[in-house]
């Protein structure tokens, strides 16, 4: 069973709009970490944000924010205000047990946005 | 600023060399990965290594070997290159000091087998 999914291998959405990227996970452990990369075209992967599995607020970062619903095992990524700079691939990550040494993540296989004006 | 370099860019080889991948970081991180990502597949894990001269097989280690004799670099070795082998190889390193720990990734390194 996959451990991360993303259903939505690509979304469309215009300039200025609000888009729901869909992240759903797989785990047994209590502590893990949730992340969200993004990889433009230019294939390199940037961090955006990060959810702890204790973590009681959703997490925020400018115009990202993590939608994090533990008993339905979701992490989705909002993104408010649309740029056309936001067109890329987008990962959802996860990191299972507490961070230690060398833990690696799991990736999903990525959502593409594309933002029109 | 951070930073995670790749010796290459784009590299074109021919089935049965020997391919040598080289990562560096200057954040003195203790953890370093290689990836490779392949379309509709994602990031899937080759190697990595949480402290210099160890390394853990991660999912997909077949037909790779790695070496880790400084901190700062972590190289990926494909023993002898296979068409199959070709793809994007993505370096990563994390620190061990906060609760993200997240992982810094080099630009990439698109690698062609003929």
């Known amino acids: 069973a996959q451990k991360i999914t993303q259903t939505q291998p690509g979304m469309f959405v215009q300039e200025k709009e609000a888009v729901t990227l869909d992240c759903t996970y797989d785990?047994?452990?209590?502590?893990?970490?949730l992340f969200w990369y993004k990889q433009p075209s230019s294939g390199e992967m940037i961090f955006l944000i990060y959810q702890g599995s204790y973590d009681e607020q959703n997490a925020t970062e400018g115009r990202y924010s993590l939608n994090f619903q533990k008993a339905r095992k979701s992490a989705n990524l909002v993104i408010s205000a649309s740029q056309l700079g936001d067109s890329a691939m987008y990962f959802c990550?996860?990191?299972?047990?507490?961070?230690?040494?060398?833990?690696?993540?799991?990736f999903g296989k990525g959502t593409t946005l594309s933002v029109s004006s | 600023d951070v930073k995670v370099t790749q010796s290459s860019r784009y590299l074109v080889k021919r089935t049965g060399e020997k391919v040598f991948l080289e990562c560096v970081q200057d954040?003195?991180?203790?953890?370093m990965f290689w990836y490779r990502q392949d379309p509709g597949l994602g990031l899937r894990l080759i190697y990595f290594?949480?402290?210099?001269?160890?390394?853990e097989k991660g999912d997909i280690p077949e037909g790779y070997s790695v070496s880790r004799e400084k901190k700062e670099r972590f190289s990926l070795i494909l023993e002898s290159a296979s068409t199959n082998q070709t793809s994007m190889y993505l370096c990563?390193?994390?620190?061990?000091?906060?609760?993200?720990?997240?992982?810094?990734f080099g630009p990439g390194t698109r690698l062609t087998v003929l």
């Open positions: 990563a390193s994390s620190g061990t000091s906060s609760q993200k720990n997240e992982q810094f």
């Open positions: 785990t047994s452990d209590q502590s893990y970490g």
């Open positions: 990550a996860m990191r299972e047990g507490p961070d230690q040494a060398g833990t690696a993540l799991i």
């Open positions: 954040m003195d991180h203790e953890n």
């Open positions: 290594s949480y402290d210099v001269k160890m390394k």
